[in-house]
């Protein structure tokens, strides 16, 4: 995970709270086996909706609000979760949602037989978007590929501003681009991409 602190001190005290956790300097309840948090290092929720709408609040009104967008994140430990958050989140967006379909094939075609396109689909692996990628105008994403260093890089957060069949318009909402549009392609993966 990368940190970019820009010489803020609450980000400097998190990621060196996140780091002590990791690392286990954080003491362990005997008796439960749990690590207690600082009462500032986080919000306790009891459910999604709650949870987006405390970082999140007004989204419907405030996501062109680039700046906005740019100070809150959500952090999850596993994909599943990032994916149900996200959809979540686009529920309270304005708007249709777009599908963006995978085209998944094999290189050899030998193994054909043995990857029919439908398992192929169903497929959901790291570093990849998933097979029906849904998005809506204001969905942040994050860059999984290094497209143009160093611009458009794995981990770059845009907002989405244009919806096309093979091309997303995005604006950069963090770093030293920070209000950029740029146009984001459909490329082709192959599995050597993933080594």
């Not at 060196?16 to 690392?23: A, F, S, T, W, Y």
């Not at 043995?114 to 398992?119: A, L, S, V």
């Not at 570093?127 to 290094?146: T, Y």
Request: hydrophobic share 40%.
């Amino acid at each position: 995970m990368r940190v970019f602190l820009q010489h803020d001190e609450t980000a400097n005290v998190f990621a060196k709270q996140l780091l002590d956790i990791g690392n286990n300097k954080v003491a362990m309840g005997t008796s439960t086996g749990f690590i207690t948090l600082p009462t500032d290092f986080c919000h306790i929720t009891d459910s999604k909706e709650e949870l987006i709408q405390r970082v999140f609040p007004d989204i419907a009104q405030k996501f062109n609000n680039h700046n906005w967008l740019g100070e809150r994140a959500i952090l999850a430990a596993k994909n599943k979760d990032v994916e149900d958050l996200n959809a979540t989140i686009q529920n309270f967006l304005p708007g249709q949602l777009v599908s963006f379909k995978s085209v998944d094939t094999v290189m050899n075609q030998d193994d054909v037989v043995n990857y029919p396109t439908e398992f192929l689909n169903s497929l959901k692996l790291p570093g990849l978007p998933p097979h029906n990628l849904q998005l809506k105008v204001g969905s942040v994403v994050i860059m999984l590929r290094n497209i143009n260093q160093p611009r458009l890089c794995n981990g770059t957060r845009l907002a989405v501003k244009k919806l096309m069949n093979n091309v997303i318009e995005a604006t950069i909402i963090k770093g030293k681009y920070k209000g950029e549009d740029v146009l984001i392609p459909r490329i082709p993966m192959i599995p050597t991409d993933l080594q």
